[in-house]
């Protein structure tokens, strides 16, 4: 019983994701001081940006979606799938520490999807663009399911 309530969940929340996907992408709500300290960044979607800066950018952002989705689905099941061996008394420590590594290594796998994507972008800028670009704003790089 509690295995079907898990591939629930998990097709559920897959289900969902899917969906947050097919929407328009969100704007970003404010901006945030840039890392370099040059005052106020500015996201992509504010930027004043070429058509070839903006195809390039879709381009890239069409090509890291699914991996970015893919990384994020699993985290999720992942992370389900700890809280459930957590409340299991017939579960060992060493399948929660197995399950924690997966996390870990997908966690990195994420951080290092993101970075790619950013730094593909980062190509696409003039050097006057990246000065004032707010990378944590950006859609791809957000952690959270805001």
């Given amino acids: 019983m509690r295995s079907y309530c898990l591939i629930a969940i998990i097709v559920i929340f897959l289900g969902s994701c899917a969906l947050l996907w097919a929407q328009d992408p969100v704007k970003e709500r404010k901006t945030e001081p840039s890392v370099a300290g040059h005052g106020d960044c500015v996201p992509l979607s504010k930027m004043e940006l070429s058509s070839e800066q903006a195809e390039a950018i879709e381009a890239i952002r069409s090509n890291y979606r699914s991996r970015i989705l893919r990384l994020r689905s699993n985290l999720m099941v992942k992370r389900i799938e700890i809280r459930s061996l957590l409340n299991d ?44 670009w707010c990378t944590n704003g950006e859609m791809l790089g957000k952690r959270d399911w805001k």
């Fill in 89 to 132: 008394p017939e579960a060992s420590e060493d399948m929660m520490l197995t399950k924690a590594g997966e996390i870990e290594d997908l966690n990195r796998a994420f951080d290092r999807v993101v970075l790619n994507y950013q730094l593909e972008i980062r190509r696409v800028l003039s050097p006057d663009q990246i000065e004032t």
